[in-house]
């Protein structure tokens, strides 16, 4: 009985890694599960290749290394957590106070569903506490491609993705999942001002109009020039 | 290295012909990953397929190693993939060539109309494409059919922008001594064919050599070598952006087809697209590959452009306020804005970094950022 709904909690985290939407606690019991059970490697490859059929993707070998691979991610996040500091030395002569509010590794989960700003402090806002070593955020995925929907919203930087798990927290602000008790830093993710936003979408619209005029990328970038533009702009 | 490759064609058509049938892909899938299991070397990594594949932003040897060992697909391929069929490693790498050279003609010279789906991060946006020839320039259209009424005419776009890289004329796909320069920043392999919009294409894959560009996977029309399928591919063969045919008409324009449609259309002329004024910023890292090829002046500030012949990231240092002092990034499917700040003489100034490359590249392209002497 208890071993059921064990297995149910699994497969669903499992349906929610999927969306790109699972928590660092479910994403450590999948692979706690994943180690231990071959039966689900094999569910989660299975998972991937009609996912990818869906998408009518060219279907390749799966790597059954998950577990492996996902670890290894995990355990490369940190260490780039620490050693991207290296890049923004240049960037010293403002940084000894941090503008960085470190995103954890469960927000950074939970981050994947939003094709947002991300991480984009204002600098004027008052320093916290940080973690030594963890201002910068370290690559995190980007949200990715697996569920498409389409989208009445107004285009824009901030639109979360609708998916289930995401309407509780789905007004324009984003605040990711804080759990008490993870000893992880909170983030929190200020509402983009109508500057800041107008100055993306401009940077965004000139970067692409150059863009077409390099590389072979067919009509792409004017697709990308025009996606962002305000009507009336 | 060999049998993947086949599986993997096989496995592929076996699925396109089946994949109406939804029912058949849950019956499929455990099959097909018995067969992986049966037959695939881990090592033939797989970096479409979201999730599984081995995370290429891992920068260390392995990864590399990894990218060295791929190889063409076998050439004792099936008989129904005559691309993968030919593929020893020298030919294949000539049929790539001619394919990316049949690319860079196509998108500027052929005529056609099409409706298209553009997608990124679960959103998905239709758009009216057309692109036509007018006196030796180029005239696009774009219209986007969901979502805000949004709409670009882009005329002029005839030139394309040079590589400040001495004496090579057009760089990029157009010629031999451009794709040489691309290769050695992608390696680039034949994947086989896929039908879109109801047209044959061949698959290619660039394969990012670094960590610092992104993987692209385009479909050409195996008529005309129009790519009828992009996708941008981030790390662990994530998909961050596709764009995609759904209907394609070759025929000639009219010019009633290039007339705007909304009448807030925004119209883009580009008599000068690639500006090399002076600018007295400078980076003073770029990644391996990408040169400058625009320098534009901007009201608040300088723009500066580059590219290393498929990818392009922009760099802007303006004087904007202290309203847009922000640190961070934004992303928009696989753009990324990275936003950082300079002083220079008691002057703050606002960098951004846009472009379709990882995000830890931009950071540090924008922590780059000098200013001259």
Request: glycine share 8%; with cysteine.
């Amino acid at each position: 009985m208890s071993h059921g709904n064990h297995q149910d909690r699994l497969n669903e985290s499992l349906s929610a890694l999927m969306d790109g939407e699972v928590s660092e606690l479910e994403l450590q019991r999948l692979l706690k599960a994943s180690a231990a059970s071959a039966d689900f490697g094999a569910r989660w490859s299975r998972y991937q290749l009609a996912a990818s059929v869906l998408r009518r993707e060219q279907v390749a070998p799966v790597d059954s290394g998950l577990a492996a691979s996902i670890s290894a991610a995990i355990e490369r996040e940190d260490s780039l957590s620490q050693s991207a500091g290296g890049g923004a030395e240049a960037a010293d002569g403002l940084a000894n106070s941090r503008w960085w509010r470190p995103l954890s590794r469960g927000a950074v989960a939970a981050t994947v569903a939003f094709a947002a700003i991300l991480g984009v402090q204002q600098i004027s806002t008052v320093q916290r506490d940080v973690q030594p070593g963890a201002e910068l955020v370290a690559e995190v995925e980007r949200p990715a491609q697996p569920v498409v929907q389409s989208s009445p919203q107004p285009s824009g930087f901030y639109v979360p993705a609708p998916t289930t798990r995401s309407v509780s927290t789905a007004g324009p602000r984003f605040v990711p999942d804080y759990q008490p008790g993870a000893g992880e830093q909170a983030v929190i993710q200020q509402m983009p001002t109508p500057e800041l936003m107008r100055h993306l979408n401009r940077v965004m619209i000139e970067h692409s109009e150059q863009a077409a005029h390099v590389g072979s990328q067919g009509m792409v970038p004017f697709a990308r020039a025009t996606y962002g533009e305000e009507v009336g702009m | 290295m060999r049998e993947p490759g086949n599986e993997r064609s096989h496995l592929g058509s076996t699925i396109r012909r089946a994949n109406n049938l939804l029912l058949a892909l849950f019956l499929l899938a455990p099959a097909a990953y018995a067969q992986q299991l049966g037959g695939g070397s881990p090592s033939a990594d797989t970096p479409v397929v979201d999730g599984t594949a081995v995370d290429s932003s891992a920068v260390d040897s392995t990864a590399v190693d990894n990218f060295v060992v791929e190889n063409p697909p076998a050439d004792n391929a099936i008989a129904d993939h005559p691309i993968a069929d030919s593929a020893i490693a020298g030919s294949a790498s000539v049929e790539v060539e001619q394919w990316l050279g049949k690319l860079a003609r196509a998108v500027t010279e052929l005529e056609y109309r099409g409706l298209v789906t553009f997608e990124h991060a679960g959103i998905l946006e239709t758009l009216q494409v057309v692109h036509a020839v007018r006196d030796g320039e180029q005239v696009e259209r774009v219209r986007y059919l969901s979502g805000d009424p949004r709409e670009l005419i882009s005329h002029g776009s005839g030139k394309n922008c040079e590589r400040t890289s001495g004496p090579i004329a057009r760089t990029g796909l157009w010629s031999r001594v451009g794709q040489q320069e691309v290769q050695r920043a992608y390696q680039f392999i034949l994947r086989g064919e896929e039908r879109i919009a109801d047209r044959d294409t061949v698959v290619i894959e660039a394969r990012p050599r670094d960590r610092h560009r992104l993987g692209l996977v385009v479909n050409l029309d195996r008529e005309t070598g129009l790519p009828l399928k992009t996708m941008l591919v981030g790390a662990q063969g994530r998909v961050l952006e596709r764009y995609q045919f759904v209907q394609l008409d070759l025929s000639p324009v009219q010019d009633s087809d290039l007339q705007p449609q909304s009448a807030d259309a925004r119209r883009m002329d580009n008599n000068n697209p690639c500006s090399t004024s002076q600018s007295r910023w400078q980076l003073s890292w770029v990644p391996d590959g990408f040169k400058p090829v625009s320098v534009k002046p901007l009201s608040d500030g300088d723009m500066l452009v580059f590219s290393d012949g498929l990818s392009v990231f922009t760099v802007f240092v303006q004087r904007l306020g202290p309203e847009l002092n922000f640190k961070g990034r934004a992303i928009r499917g696989a753009t990324v804005a990275y936003m950082d700040r300079i002083e220079v003489d008691g002057v703050a100034y606002t960098v951004t970094v846009v472009g379709e490359i990882p995000d830890a590249t931009a950071q540090r392209v924008a922590s780059a950022v000098t200013v001259e002497g």
